[in-house]
């Protein structure tokens, strides 16, 4: 059974850093693509950014394109979320998710899609105090 669990989240002020961290457990790590997603009381959830299963390809969300870096360890089957220079409207719960195919989603427009991720982890909550 996969499993995801990510950690790290916590109260940090504006201008601070958080990294998270997702486990992932229960299949082969290292042939699957993986995201973070957030979502905000009140509203929908959405996407962060996204890396391939080969790790050198990553996808943000316009919001924290330069901020945030994803990251993988596939030894250590997690993937990770540097968050710097927060702000106030990035608090939300993150969480992190894997799709059921090897090497999906195939093409990159479809990695904000949250519609193509099957798993998904419990979520961390990150709150930026202003």
């Known amino acids: 059974q996969v499993r995801l669990v990510e950690s790290g989240g916590g109260l940090v002020q504006t201008g601070g850093s958080l990294r998270l961290s997702c486990a992932a457990s229960?299949?082969?790590?290292?042939?699957?693509?993986m995201a973070w997603f957030r979502q905000a009381p009140g509203k929908e959830r959405e996407f962060v950014a996204a890396?391939?299963?080969?790790?050198?390809?990553?996808v943000y969300a316009d919001s924290v394109k330069g901020r945030f870096t994803i990251s993988r360890d596939d030894a250590k089957s997690t993937v990770y979320l540097q968050m710097n220079t927060l702000k106030p409207e990035d608090t939300a719960v993150y969480y992190c998710?894997?799709?059921?195919?090897?090497?999906?989603?195939?093409?990159?427009?479809?990695?904000?899609?949250?519609?193509?991720?099957?798993?998904w982890g419990q979520g961390t909550q990150v709150t930026v105090s202003s």
């Open positions: 890396i391939s299963w080969t790790g050198d390809n990553t």
């Open positions: 998710a894997s799709p059921w195919a090897h090497y999906a989603p195939h093409l990159t427009r479809d990695w904000p899609d949250l519609k193509k991720y099957d798993y």
């Open positions: 229960g299949r082969t790590f290292s042939t699957y693509n």
